[in-house]
């Protein structure tokens, strides 16, 4: 391997981007939703874009550290077997989702802690298990290379993201 990443290192920039591009997907579409209701109120527009940013910005500082924190529990994915390692992504969804959305949502004024634990979760149970997945099948004695991490950190959160901004989803 040129550049081994451990599966701590992976994990956490999986998180990152998981952290960052689902919900501004999610955010820049109320963003659009809300500006083409109502164009002239562009003073609460400006008010709920820079909060949608601070959820952002803490949804990913939040996704990079815990996810970083998860893949140093999950230490060497193949020292598992494949049936008590096919619980572990989904425990690990319920988790990132649940800690990660929950203090992204509590910008909002602490209520959007709920809805942003239910949609992170509903978001984290598509992309852990695939990102967990893959990381298995691809990494060496817990070590994987950084060329096949990117594709898989980053292509996987941002798959999640055109899914959410598809016209065909409204």
Not at 26 to 31: D, N, Q, S
Not at 53 to 68: E, S
């Amino acid at each position: 391997m040129l550049q081994p990443l451990s599966t701590e290192e992976a994990y956490r920039w999986f998180g990152t981007f998981l952290g960052l591009f689902p919900p501004f997907a999610l955010f820049t579409r109320f963003i659009g939703d809300q500006a083409s209701r109502d164009f002239t109120a562009s003073r609460d527009l400006l008010y709920y874009a820079l909060l949608c940013l601070a959820m952002n910005a803490v949804c990913c500082l939040v996704g990079r550290k815990f996810g970083g924190f998860l893949g140093r529990k999950v230490g060497d994915p193949r020292s598992r077997p494949w049936l008590q390692f096919a619980f572990c992504p989904v425990f690990m969804a319920l988790l990132w989702g649940l800690v990660t959305g929950g203090l992204g949502g509590a910008v909002f004024f602490g209520i959007g802690a709920i809805f942003g634990a239910l949609v992170a979760i509903n978001v984290a149970l598509v992309a852990f298990p695939v990102f967990a997945i893959l990381h298995r099948l691809i990494s060496r004695g817990g070590m994987i290379e950084a060329r096949h991490t990117w594709p898989l950190a980053f292509g996987i959160p941002l798959t999640i993201a055109a899914l959410i901004s598809s016209p065909w989803l409204k």
